[in-house]
C-alpha cells in the first residue's frame, strides 16, 4: 500500500504536530517538524508526508491528496481526537477502501476507547512507536500479525501483542530528506530559534519522572535510547550540504543534555561544520558540558523551569531544586548562551503565594525569553492520574473553539480562572518590565531582523491575547 502520513488541518497556528510539545495555538506562531511521521514515512516508497496546519491545507485539499493513497496514517492528540475523527471520517466517504490508522500518545493510551469513538471512520490505532508497524501494514501483512496496533473485528476489539521500544535507532532512516521532499522548510517558525530552522532528534525517551510530561509516560518511554553520534553527524552534515538555506539546528530530543558524554560526543563531531544549533536541557546540566556545546557552536537552550517554589518541583518529580536551577543559568550566561525558558502555571500545590513567586523566579532569572503554559493533565501521566483521584478535573475540554488552551484544573484552594489569569499575568510582568523593553529596544536599533521579528511577535501576543479574553472561564 502507498501511504500518506497526515498531521490533520486543526486550528489556526495549532502548535499540536507530531514533533510538537505543546498541544494548542500558541500566543505567536510557532511550529515544529512532524519529525515523528517522517520516520516510517523515509521507509516506504511512495509514501508521502502532509503537514495541513504548516502548509495551511483546508480539508478539502487534504481529502483530494488523499484520493491518489492506500492508507492514510494520522497524528493525533487528546484536544483534537475528535476533529481528527471526523477527518478520517471524511477520508472515507471520498475514498472507501482507504485504510485509516491513528497514533500518537491518546490513542496508545486509549486504543479501545479511541476505536469506538471513531467506529465507521477508524480502522486501526498503532500503539507506541509507529514506525515499523505502519511499514508492515503497508507491506500487506496480515493485522493480526503486526505488533502495537489495536482494530475491531466481527464487533470484537483486538490489541496484538505490545511492539518493543526500538533500540538501534541508527537503523531509522534520516527525516531531513524527508522535510526536503515534501514540506515547506521556510514555513517552520520557532520565535527563538533562527529562521529557517531544521530539526531532529539524536535520541527517543527521557529518564526524568516528571509527572505532568506527556511524551515519555505515554510514547516514547522514560528510558533514553541514543542514536550513535556518527550516526547523527551523518544526518547533520546531509544537512548542511541538502539545505543550505536552514540558519540554525534544533535537536528536539526530549532532554538532549540526559545523556551527558553522548552531547559532548555529539557536540565534538558538530564543531568543525561551524553551525547554529539548539537544545532542549534540563537545568541541572554541568558547566562543562555546556562549555563544550557551547565552543561547538550551540547557541540557545530550552528549559523547563516550570515554577519557581521548592515544594511544587518536588510534587511534580522535577528531580532539580531552585538551586541548581539559579547555578544552571549563571552558567549559561557566563558561556554567552540565549535560555528560553518554560514555565507551567496550576501544578499540583499551586496558590496565589506561589503564582507571584514563580513570576518573581523568572524575573530574577533575566531569561531571554519565557513561555507560561497552563497545566493539562492528560491521559496516560501520573498528572492524570493524581487529578482523578483528587477531583481536579473540571472539564475533557483542554482547548476552546479557536484552538486556545483552556484551564481544566481547579484546586480548593485557587480556581481554575485565577489559573488562567496568571498567564496573562506572567506574560506582562516579564516582558513589560522596564528593563526588558530597554534591552528590547536595544536590540531593534541595532538589528533590523530583531526589529522586524520583534514587531510582529508584539503584534501576535496582543491579538492572541484578545483572543483569550473573549470567552475564557
Same mark, same amino acid.
Given at each position: 500500500?502507498?501511504?500518506?502520513?497526515?498531521?490533520?488541518?486543526?486550528?489556526?497556528?495549532?502548535?499540536?504536530?507530531?514533533?510538537?510539545?505543546?498541544?494548542?495555538?500558541?500566543?505567536?506562531?510557532?511550529?515544529?517538524?512532524?519529525?515523528?511521521?517522517?520516520?516510517?514515512?523515509?521507509?516506504?516508497?511512495?509514501?508521502?508526508?502532509?503537514?495541513?496546519?504548516?502548509?495551511?491545507?483546508?480539508?478539502?485539499?487534504?481529502?483530494?491528496?488523499?484520493?491518489?493513497?492506500?492508507?492514510?496514517?494520522?497524528?493525533?492528540?487528546?484536544?483534537?481526537?475528535?476533529?481528527?475523527?471526523?477527518?478520517?471520517?471524511?477520508?472515507?466517504?471520498?475514498?472507501?477502501?482507504?485504510?485509516?490508522?491513528?497514533?500518537?500518545?491518546?490513542?496508545?493510551?486509549?486504543?479501545?476507547?479511541?476505536?469506538?469513538?471513531?467506529?465507521?471512520?477508524?480502522?486501526?490505532?498503532?500503539?507506541?512507536?509507529?514506525?515499523?508497524?505502519?511499514?508492515?501494514?503497508?507491506?500487506?501483512?496480515?493485522?493480526?500479525?503486526?505488533?502495537?496496533?489495536?482494530?475491531?473485528?466481527?464487533?470484537?476489539?483486538?490489541?496484538?501483542?505490545?511492539?518493543?521500544?526500538?533500540?538501534?535507532?541508527?537503523?531509522?532512516?534520516?527525516?531531513?530528506?524527508?522535510?526536503?521532499?515534501?514540506?515547506?522548510?521556510?514555513?517552520?517558525?520557532?520565535?527563538?530559534?533562527?529562521?529557517?530552522?531544521?530539526?531532529?532528534?539524536?535520541?527517543?525517551?527521557?529518564?526524568?519522572?516528571?509527572?505532568?510530561?506527556?511524551?515519555?509516560?505515554?510514547?516514547?518511554?522514560?528510558?533514553?535510547?541514543?542514536?550513535?553520534?556518527?550516526?547523527?553527524?551523518?544526518?547533520?552534515?546531509?544537512?548542511?550540504?541538502?539545505?543550505?538555506?536552514?540558519?540554525?539546528?534544533?535537536?528536539?530530543?526530549?532532554?538532549?543534555?540526559?545523556?551527558?558524554?553522548?552531547?559532548?560526543?555529539?557536540?565534538?563531531?558538530?564543531?568543525?561544520?561551524?553551525?547554529?544549533?539548539?537544545?532542549?536541557?534540563?537545568?541541572?546540566?554541568?558547566?562543562?558540558?555546556?562549555?563544550?556545546?557551547?565552543?561547538?557552536?550551540?547557541?540557545?537552550?530550552?528549559?523547563?523551569?516550570?515554577?519557581?517554589?521548592?515544594?511544587?518541583?518536588? +510534587?511534580?518529580?522535577?528531580?532539580?531544586?531552585?538551586?541548581?536551577?539559579?547555578?544552571?543559568?549563571?552558567?549559561?550566561?557566563?558561556?554567552?548562551?540565549?535560555?528560553?525558558?518554560?514555565?507551567?502555571?496550576?501544578?499540583?500545590?499551586?496558590?496565589?503565594?506561589?503564582?507571584?513567586?514563580?513570576?518573581?523566579?523568572?524575573?530574577?532569572?533575566?531569561?531571554?525569553?519565557?513561555?507560561?503554559?497552563?497545566?493539562?493533565?492528560?491521559?496516560?501521566?501520573?498528572?492524570?492520574?493524581?487529578?482523578?483521584?483528587?477531583?481536579?478535573?473540571?472539564?475533557?475540554?483542554?482547548?476552546?473553539?479557536?484552538?486556545?488552551?483552556?484551564?481544566?484544573?481547579?484546586?480548593?484552594?485557587?480556581?481554575?480562572?485565577?489559573?488562567?489569569?496568571?498567564?496573562?499575568?506572567?506574560?506582562?510582568?516579564?516582558?513589560?518590565?522596564?528593563?526588558?523593553?530597554?534591552?528590547?529596544?536595544?536590540?531593534?536599533?541595532?538589528?533590523?531582523?530583531?526589529?522586524?521579528?520583534?514587531?510582529?511577535?508584539?503584534?501576535?501576543?496582543? +491579538?492572541?491575547?484578545?483572543?483569550?479574553?473573549?470567552?475564557?472561564?
Amino acid at each position: 500500500m502507498k501511504p500518506l502520513f497526515l498531521n490533520p488541518p486543526t486550528f489556526e497556528d495549532f502548535d499540536g504536530g507530531a514533533g510538537a510539545r505543546y498541544q494548542a495555538s500558541r500566543e505567536v506562531t510557532s511550529f515544529w517538524y512532524p519529525t515523528w511521521l517522517c520516520f516510517p514515512a523515509g521507509m516506504i516508497a511512495g509514501s508521502r508526508v502532509v503537514d495541513a496546519p504548516v502548509q495551511k491545507l483546508s480539508l478539502d485539499d487534504c481529502l483530494n491528496i488523499a484520493k491518489e493513497f492506500d492508507m492514510v496514517v494520522l497524528y493525533t492528540s487528546t484536544p483534537t481526537l475528535a476533529i481528527d475523527i471526523e477527518t478520517a471520517r471524511r477520508i472515507k466517504e471520498v475514498k472507501p477502501d482507504i485504510v485509516t490508522v491513528l497514533t500518537g500518545p491518546h490513542v496508545t493510551i486509549l486504543p479501545e476507547e479511541s476505536l469506538k469513538a471513531g467506529q465507521g471512520a477508524i480502522d486501526i490505532v498503532c500503539r507506541g512507536e509507529f514506525d515499523y508497524s505502519t511499514k508492515e501494514l503497508c507491506e500487506g501483512r496480515d493485522w493480526a500479525k503486526v505488533d502495537g496496533i489495536s482494530f475491531i473485528k466481527d464487533g470484537v476489539t483486538i490489541h496484538t501483542p505490545d511492539r518493543p521500544l526500538i533500540e538501534d535507532l541508527d537503523a531509522l532512516p534520516f527525516v531531513a530528506p524527508v522535510y526536503k521532499r515534501d514540506l515547506p522548510i521556510k514555513d517552520y517558525v520557532i520565535p527563538h530559534f533562527k529562521s529557517p530552522y531544521v530539526s531532529i532528534y539524536s535520541s527517543r525517551g527521557c529518564p526524568s519522572r516528571c509527572i505532568y510530561c506527556l511524551w515519555p509516560q505515554t510514547f516514547s518511554g522514560q528510558r533514553m535510547r541514543t542514536r550513535s553520534p556518527q550516526n547523527v553527524f551523518e544526518e547533520v552534515k546531509w544537512i548542511v550540504d541538502n539545505i543550505p538555506e536552514m540558519r540554525e539546528l534544533s535537536f528536539d530530543d526530549d532532554t538532549f543534555t540526559a545523556n551527558r558524554q553522548h552531547a559532548r560526543e555529539i557536540a565534538g563531531l558538530l564543531k568543525p561544520l561551524g553551525i547554529s544549533w539548539t537544545i532542549n536541557a534540563r537545568a541541572n546540566c554541568d558547566y562543562e558540558t555546556l562549555k563544550i556545546m557551547r565552543e561547538a557552536g550551540l547557541r540557545h537552550v530550552v528549559v523547563g523551569y516550570e515554577t519557581g517554589n521548592e515544594q511544587i518541583l518536588k +510534587n511534580i518529580k522535577k528531580g532539580i531544586t531552585k538551586e541548581q536551577a539559579i547555578q544552571f543559568t549563571k552558567d549559561c550566561k557566563k558561556l554567552g548562551l540565549s535560555i528560553h525558558g518554560a514555565f507551567i502555571m496550576g501544578l499540583p500545590g499551586e496558590g496565589r503565594e506561589t503564582i507571584r513567586e514563580t513570576i518573581e523566579f523568572a524575573k530574577q532569572l533575566d531569561l531571554n525569553s519565557i513561555q507560561a503554559s497552563l497545566a493539562s493533565p492528560y491521559p496516560g501521566t501520573e498528572f492524570y492520574r493524581l487529578a482523578k483521584e483528587q477531583g481536579w478535573i473540571t472539564s475533557d475540554d483542554f482547548i476552546d473553539s479557536t484552538g486556545h488552551q483552556k484551564c481544566v484544573i481547579n484546586y480548593p484552594n485557587l480556581t481554575n480562572a485565577e489559573i488562567f489569569n496568571s498567564v496573562e499575568e506572567f506574560y506582562n510582568k516579564f516582558y513589560f518590565r522596564p528593563s526588558y523593553i530597554l534591552r528590547s529596544i536595544g536590540r531593534m536599533i541595532v538589528d533590523s531582523e530583531e526589529r522586524n521579528k520583534l514587531l510582529k511577535e508584539g503584534r501576535q501576543y496582543l +491579538n492572541y491575547m484578545q483572543k483569550r479574553r473573549a470567552g475564557h472561564c
